[in-house]
């Protein structure tokens, strides 16, 4: 995957992978029992049977893990729809898959059915992402437009949104209502193997519809039909990106709720480094993604949130500051 | 069938394209041999456009078929069709902040698999193209900051950068000044002399005679006339095609006209 990146590119990407694993470290220090980085060394290291390997294995690594994984689904589907729609302020819910997964979850909690199953939640929650990707791509299969896209997406979201308002409107006690809130602002909390295993196959899955689709994005900057007459097939570039986004965020969102700004942010955040070239921005704001978003989860466990404080409300918090002063930074050349 | 001689060019055969049901080209005919100049002119609103993006393939063609060398550009693939032509559209925008250079380089996608690296020798043909269309001096400029005749240069050197035979320009002077206008039909002749073959829509009449090999005029979606430049620029055909008479006159060997009465479309109604 290297072969097409510069130099540059290939030192922030291995910058940017120490990073993850330095942040991912200090994320498993965080928990119940507070640890060192030499105890989590020697959790990951040491005997599978011992207490301080239970811990690091069973209980932390899959939050971190999960974590990176929906991290680097949201910077890499932000960065490659960004390219597709040629447009700055793209990000995943622009395709409406992230409201209709939320709403999903909302009328899963609605009718009570976590009692019956921890996989309830997510499980409606990618029906609604499927539902909602089934839409964009019948769309997206008649030729239409980018704008015809976005407006599809904004149309489905909006509609997903006022469902979502409608049930919880009608939600049956505060506790439930309490429950759609919380999920919608997001959480990796208590997350083990199971949501891992659920939500992976289907991130990884969108992540090999989108492998190598950067040199049409590139193309696609002079336009539709310039790129077309640089034998750039859009309709298949449209098709690979929509439903591996929605495959992958679909995915994400389904275990951890609705993260936002990540998918929007990262992309810019990662231009400041590398130029705007739709190609290089892909690989770098998937890991900056999965970093963006374990410095989130380690802030949600900081002792000042009382444990209360959910993971969407602080990659927000981070986000938009960060991107505040890269729009200002960038003006000049953003025209 | 003819000799190869005779099928060199890209050629349009009675091609018709209809839009949202509406006719907006029909039964166009005309080629482009290699090293010539072919203006494309016609009022706005004439097919002009239609013609050139139809001649890409980049509308489906309700009659007629296009042909490059004798082959029948439906049955090529996408990127063997974007190594034949190349294509300058009306006005490109760039939507990201690239650097110059790079956006050269993307000339170069059709004779790049996804994952490859531009060569040395790619590179080679970047720069040429560059030094061309002199704007080499700016390859470390971000493109968006540009100014517009710069910006058509790069989108020129983006195009030649290709390296296809044939090239197929959309009104490439809309929007610069005399001495940019001059210049692109310069570089324009220097790639026909070169044995590109090149099809460009104009709105200068000046420049369609002076510039062009041959020309050709549509008029309301169909050809009216087409062949040598006087003949196509004659009163009645420009009259009947634009409603405006012309001032002609010489300055050396070049030969100008000017456009002096407009008549009101009423009166050509018959």
Known sequence: MIKGLHLTQVYLVIALLLILIGVGLVSATFGQAPLSIAQVLEGLSGPEDSGLSI???ELRLPRIILGMFVGAA?????????GLLRNPLAEPGVIGVTASASLGAVVAIYFGLTAFSTYAVPVFSMFGALLATMVVLAVAARDASVLTLILTGIGLSSLATALISL???????PMSLRDMVLWMLGSLENRTTDDLSLAVPFIILGWLLMIGVGQGLNALALG???????GVNLKRLRWRIIAGTALSVGAAVSVCGGIGFVGLVVPHIVRFFVGSEPRHILLPSAIAGAILLTLADIITRLPFGNGQLQLGVVTAFIGAPVFLVIVYKTREAMR | ????????????????????????IEDISFDVKPGEVVGLIGANGAGKSTAVRAALNLVKLAAGHIAVDGVDTASLNLKERAKLMSYVPQGTPVHWPLVAERLVALGRTPHLGPWDKISNAEQEIIKAAMVETDTWHLRERIATTLSGGETARLMLARTIAVGAPYMLADEPTAALDPYHRLQVMDIMRAQAKAGTGILIVLHDLSFAQNYCDKLVLLHKGKILDQGDTRQVLSDKNLMEAFQISVSRWSDGNTDYLMPSTGVTP?????
């Open chain 1, 55 to 57: 811990i690091i294995r």
């Open chain 1, 74 to 82: 949201l910077g890499f589907s932000g960065a490659a729809l960004q």
């Open chain 1, 224 to 230: 539709e039909d310039a790129a077309t007459t640089l």
């Open chain 1, 167 to 173: 049930v919880m409107n009608f939600a049956p006690n």
């Open chain 2, 1 to 24: 069938m003819s000799s190869k001689i005779e099928t060199a060019g890209l050629a349009l055969h009675g091609v018709g394209v209809a839009l949202g049901g509406q006719q907006i």
């Open chain 2, 266 to 270: 009423a009166s050509e109604a018959s």
